[in-house]
């Protein structure tokens, strides 16, 4: 029995490709080797990089002016490669949370910043909105999710500069107009497939233009100009990508799993605001529907519940520790059933302490 994985990440996975993942590790395609031991220039690992690069461009609708590249270092090699490449004058970032403000903190190490809003004042426990975005600034950094505040952007800015946005913790759990970013970049932990590769959605023209002279590595043009293959790429991590693609389009892409997506979150979000146990951290306009944080009003009893859930087959609900309490993380892969026996338990918890 798989257990009821609430974790933050790496997160749950489609069973569907851990079972496939699972054939091809002794034996991939019938070539009589492991998918750990082929190639990254064979035509078997060949076909699965294509097949997952179409899977991310048809789910997304990723435009041509845009490419998808396939990288390694995680969301936080990120937070140095975007400065490294498009920081020349001036960067704005917006602090949302942990992950915004280690991207802008990696930013300083290359160049000048300017955060033009915050919402540290309060924990970072809302979106901020309502900020100016300056012209003279190379572009603007925001983060899509907020992986350990559980707070969502629910509408990107109509910006004068170019966009780049972090979507490590909620991309393909709903619809993005991709042609407004000039990168998007998601380590795939979550959402996507196992950790070890990050996806890199950026517009072809943008790349290269740092007029510096930068490690090729560190050069997206170097990974754009060689289809992901610079050097070998994470064969296995690739591959559970494909899978777990393949699962998402078989879940009707990312509209029919937005749907799930919302049943899962209305049902979670009504049992912390009706139940007198328990209250939300974030500000309710800006919940994330893939990490709900939530808090006992009683810390006392955290232990106890923590217990309860544990019996119920939940796992992965201890909070951050800047934000305490619990957090529940309700990626794609996650059932609705899953959800409807955390919403038990809470219910269960109540009626016990009643
Ligand atoms: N950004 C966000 C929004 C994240 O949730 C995370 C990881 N939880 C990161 C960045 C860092 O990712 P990585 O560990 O892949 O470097």
Avoid at 66 to 93: E, R, W
Avoid at 168 to 182: C, L, N
């Amino acid at each position: 029995m798989r257990k009821h994985n609430f974790g933050a990440g790496p997160g749950i996975l489609p069973e569907s490709a851990v079972r496939k993942t699972q054939e091809a590790l002794l034996d991939f395609n019938g070539t009589g080797m492991g998918v750990m031991e082929i190639s990254h220039r064979s035509k078997d690992f060949d076909a699965v990089l294509s097949k997952a690069k179409l899977l991310v461009k048809e789910l997304l609708h990723v435009p041509d002016s845009h490419d998808v590249i396939f990288l390694q270092g995680g969301a936080s090699q990120q937070f140095a490669m975007v400065p490294m490449n498009f920081l020349k004058t001036k960067a704005a970032y917006i602090e949302q949370g942990t992950w915004s403000s280690k991207a802008i903190k990696e930013a300083k190490n290359i160049g000048e910043v300017v955060v033009i809003a915050s919402s540290k004042d309060k924990n970072f426990s809302y979106q901020p909105t309502g900020y100016s975005i300056p012209k003279d600034v190379d572009y603007l950094h925001i983060c899509s999710n907020e992986t350990i505040h559980g707070t969502q952007v629910k509408n990107f800015p109509d910006s004068p500069v170019p966009v780049i946005c972090d979507m490590s913790s909620d991309i393909f759990s709903r619809p993005v107009d991709i042609s407004k970013f000039d990168l998007i970049y998601a380590g795939a932990q979550k959402n996507m497939g196992p950790a070890g590769v990050t996806l890199v959605i950026l517009k072809k023209d943008a790349a290269g233009k740092h007029g510096k002279k930068l490690p090729a590595i560190f050069d997206y043009k170097t990974h754009l100009d060689n289809n992901s293959v610079y050097n070998t790429p994470p064969v296995i991590s690739i591959l559970v990508c494909m899978y777990t693609l393949e699962w998402l389009k078989s879940m009707g892409g990312v509209d029919g799993i937005q749907k799930v997506n919302s049943q899962k979150a209305t049902l979670f979000y009504n049992e912390v605001d009706s139940n007198p146990m328990f209250t939300g951290t974030a500000e309710k306009n800006d919940r994330s529907p893939m990490n709900a944080c939530f808090l006992l009003k009683d810390p006392a009893l955290d232990e106890e519940f923590l217990n309860l859930t544990k019996k119920a087959g939940i796992v992965g609900i201890k909070g951050h520790r800047s934000v305490g309490g619990f957090r529940a993380s309700m990626y794609n892969a996650l059932p609705l059933e899953s959800v409807k026996v955390l919403v038990n338990a809470m219910k269960e918890f109540a009626n016990v302490k009643a």
